[in-house]
DNA sequence: AACATTAGTCAATCTCGTTGACTATCTACA
DNA sequence: TGTAGATAGTCAACGAGATTGACTAATGTT
């Protein structure tokens, strides 16, 4: 099992964690939610966000993620309100239907963290958190 | 940094190998391959495959599969040869582009790896590994 | 021989994401 | 002050990729 390369256990791992959101959102009636969306939702719930930290956050296309959001705001998950010190941004929050998406998806990702954790414990958790973090920097670096 | 979910980091951390997997390519001429492209060249590189195969390794309907894998014979990377032992089947093996674009690719991801144990020793990534196995493990106990 | 299963294709459609061109606002510098 | 340039976001057109549904062909199963 140490030749199955490194970025397709990525894809892998990362379905298991996208198919307990899908279904959890699906539980409480979402099931309208595009791919990107609960990236997009939970970024958004842990405070309000410009369309341009969405784009950093997701590294797409600013007209993409503006697409993403138009379509979160129609289903009823997002609203735009804008910024009274920036009047360029559009802030983005939840409404009353994306805070249950939320909860629902990061319910979802705290179920499949905890049984991870249950079968792994917590150091090995949370090393393997520090060694995505430095993949990531080390993406980072390769740009810059 | 604890508060950044897994899911999250996991595919941030995969950006890192696309977009290293991305300009090795490029760099040998081989910018025309698609998206998943690398993960069914890789696949394929590592033993003929039946389509089906790539289905299951990559999650997708078999239309999805089959379509990626005409672009890639389309574009000089795959062959597609009958099996002998079972009609219905068509073997997928690699041409000598497709040898040169897995080459590139493995290498590109080696880089990447390599870099990794560099920073954060060899334990840590093994261990690593064992946690991205066990989340694949999480999500197929969920589905079965 | 009849039926179900498995492998794969064809065609239409849908969801995304991208590029290119544009407007509006803010910032900095002369 | 006012003008150049950067920043935030929109509009429109397009393209790549994945999905669903309906189909053919080969295999296996009774």
Redesign the pocket.
């Given at each position: 099992m140490d030749d199955v390369p490194i970025p397709a256990l990525l894809r892998a791992a990362r379905r298991t964690y996208g198919s307990a959101i899908r279904a959890a959102l699906a539980e409480v009636g979402c099931d309208d939610v595009?791919?990107?969306?609960p990236f997009v939702i939970g970024d958004v719930a842990r405070g309000g966000t410009?369309?341009?930290g969405i784009?950093r956050e997701?590294?797409?296309?600013?007209?993409?993620a503006?697409?993403?959001?138009?379509?979160l705001v129609l289903r009823g998950y997002l609203e735009?309100s804008p910024?009274p010190?920036?009047?360029?941004?559009?802030?983005v929050t939840l409404t009353d239907r994306g805070r249950l998406a939320a909860d629902a998806s990061r319910r979802a990702v705290w179920t499949v963290d905890a049984e991870l954790t249950a079968r792994l414990g917590d150091e090995c958790v949370t090393q393997a958190r520090a060694v995505l973090l430095e993949l990531i920097e080390i993406g980072d670096d390769r740009v810059g």
């Open positions: 595009p791919r990107n969306g410009p369309l341009s784009i997701l590294g797409v296309s600013k007209q993409a503006g697409q993403l959001v138009d379509t735009r910024d010190d920036d009047r360029r941004r559009l802030t």
